[in-house]
């Protein structure tokens, strides 16, 4: 069945540590997105990437990075910088072709500093 | 900015009854509007969306939303709750002064958690 895989579905980290978070998706989708939810405030863009080898900065990309060397994969990585990371992350693919199109979002990764 | 309002944090139905969940969009440009719903745990599912072919769309699982442009409104409505309807809502906007031509120019709304009492 076609969809997105995040891994793991639940994360530790201690404070001062990167951990990076796997979305991989075979949909065949050129475009890929990363979002940060935390309870109340709704989803926030952190990166997405339009075509492999390229990604940009969403709202709130600070403490954050991303690589997108596979059309399939767009790992992201929680930086030690990043003052805030316990949240709910969800990893999105898309087509491209306007503002109507449809998101579709893997299960998520649930970090949690420790 | 483009930007969207959900009414209420929480709304509580009794099972059977009817469902409605409210969202305003601010756009100076037609947009396009989209319902999602999350289930404890999960990602987000689209339920519907609203790209101007007609201002009454309807979607999975029995619900439908009406385009209101004069009141700037998407409300989501079903006409009889079920226990597996609660869970998270979302309402999202795009435009095209946002989007480079993906979901990238997707503003969600905070969301809406639906209650179902027996």
């Known amino acids: 069945d076609g969809g997105i895989t995040q891994s793991p579905k639940y994360l530790f980290r201690k404070e001062g540590q990167n951990v990076t978070l796997s979305c991989e998706q075979n949909?065949?989708?050129?475009?890929m997105y990363w979002y940060r939810q935390d309870p109340g405030q709704g989803l926030r863009l952190i990166y997405y990437?339009?075509?492999?080898?390229?990604?940009q900065k969403g709202d709130i990309a600070e403490g954050y990075s991303v690589s997108r060397e596979k059309k399939e994969s767009f790992p992201l990585t929680v930086t030690s910088a990043q003052k805030n990371p316990t949240a709910f992350y969800l990893c999105?693919?898309?087509?491209?072709?306007?503002?109507?199109?449809?998101?579709?979002f893997g299960q998520g990764t649930r970090l949690t500093v420790v | 900015a483009q930007s969207v309002t959900q009414l209420g944090s929480h709304v509580s139905v009794s099972e059977g009854a009817l469902v409605l969940l409210r969202c305003n969009y601010s756009?100076?440009?037609?947009?396009?509007l989209f319902w999602y719903v999350q289930y404890p745990n999960q990602g987000l599912q689209l339920l519907l969306k609203?790209?101007?072919?007609?201002?009454l769309v309807k979607g999975i699982n029995g619900f439908e939303a009406e385009f209101k442009k004069s009141e700037t409104s998407f409300h989501l409505t079903k006409p009889s709750a079920h226990m597996s309807d609660a869970a998270e809502y979302f309402c999202?906007?795009?435009?095209?002064?946002?989007?480079?031509?993906?979901?990238?120019?997707?503003?969600f709304g905070k969301g809406t958690h639906l209650i179902i009492q027996p």
């Open positions: 756009s100076s440009v037609p947009p396009y």
């Open positions: 999105a693919s898309s087509i491209y072709q306007g503002p109507n199109t449809e998101a579709f």
């Open positions: 999202a906007v795009s435009d095209r002064r946002y989007s480079g031509g993906g979901a990238d120019g997707l503003t």
């Open positions: 949909l065949n989708h050129d475009a």
């Open positions: 609203y790209t101007s072919a007609a201002t």
């Open positions: 990437s339009q075509i492999v080898n390229d990604f």
